[in-house]
């Protein structure tokens, strides 16, 4: 499969079929090619929090955030602990 994404006439050309740039199609395809690269370059193991590895998307703690912020838990139980950075945030914005 060829992909040619043209930022002049704002279409991403998939082998022969054209999609707009701007279309909730063409956000899908950019978004799964951007997630397939990601995966490929470890691009989540580049993050930290207050010096500590964290294994998590920014845009993903963001959402994190706002919902800890919104519901105001008493606890929340992580798992899959690998380096602490994701229990160090949780702490921070329980405390918040």
Known sequence: MKICI???????????YEISLYS??????LSEIWLKVGWDQKYIYGFSWLGRPI???????????????????????ETGIAH???SVFLVVSLNS
Do not use: A, H, M, S
């Open 24 to 29: 909730k199609e063409g956000f899908k395809i």
């Open 84 to 86: 602490g950075g994701t």
């Open 55 to 77: 294994i998590q998307l920014p845009e993903d703690i963001i959402r994190i955030q706002e919902v800890v912020y919104n519901i105001k838990p008493d606890v929340i139980i």
């Open 6 to 16: 043209d930022t002049t006439i704002n279409k991403i050309v998939i082998d022969d």
